[in-house]
């Protein structure tokens, strides 16, 4: 679905920030988890259960959002491949999005781990207890990760391109917006002056 306005629907702009800023931390997050077998590991690992589907609630309430609002349209003068490779690359992370938790969630459920998000609420789990299972979701998670990021590297050089080199509005579309224009006075009496003028002939 397309847009008239330039700009994406404001709650979309800000779940899009609030999103980036979790995911931003789930990969430092994640990091500092490989990276660690002491004694900070739990408390990563209870930040990233619960950021994880927090993650996957807000890309569903995005594509919902998104579909009902729609976007503003890629600039006419972009080359139609990089227009395929920016709406394949959106598909991408919103994909990535949604499996990440997805395949973590089925993970641990396969591990037989608990997914507790908050005191006293425990999700249920999603696959049966298998190891062999959950190590190959393991792997699986690993993978989608290291693409994930790779995609978001990508995101954020075109994002670059399009505030800083081409300048062509993409960039604001999802920041702070394109400002109003404003008619003034003036040309309004003259549209309906001319509007009654050829209506009268």
């Known amino acids: 679905m397309s847009r008239h306005s330039p700009d994406f629907h404001p709650a979309l702009r800000a779940i899009h920030w609030l999103m980036a800023t979790m995911v931003v931390a789930m990969l430092f997050i994640g990091v500092g988890m490989v ?3 002491g004694p900070l590991y739990p408390v990563l690992l209870a930040l990233h259960r619960p ?5 996957l609630m807000l890309v569903l309430i995005r594509v919902l959002l998104r579909r009902a609002t729609g976007a503003p349209p890629l600039p006419a003068d ?7 490779i920016a709406k394949g690359s959106h598909v991408l992370l919103y994909a990535s999005m949604i499996a990440m938790p997805l395949i973590g ?3 641990l459920s396969a591990g037989g781990y608990p997914i507790r998000i908050a005191d006293g609420f425990v999700l249920p789990a999603i696959l049966p207890h298998d190891l062999k299972l959950y190590a190959v979701l393991r792997m699986i ?6 693409l994930f990021f790779t995609l978001i590297l990508a995101h954020l050089a075109a994002a670059l391109m399009h505030g800083l080199i081409r300048r062509d509005g993409v960039l604001r ?6 400002p109003r224009r404003r008619t003034s006075p003036i040309s309004t009496d003259l549209r309906q002056t001319t509007s009654s003028g050829t209506s009268s002939i």
């Open 141 to 146: 998670h690993t993978i989608v990760a290291l």
């Open 35 to 37: 990276s660690t077998a």
């Open 105 to 107: 969630w089925g993970m």
């Open 173 to 178: 579309s999802m920041t702070v917006g394109h």
């Open 51 to 55: 950021i994880g589907i927090a993650i």
């Open 78 to 84: 972009l080359p139609p491949i990089q227009s395929a």
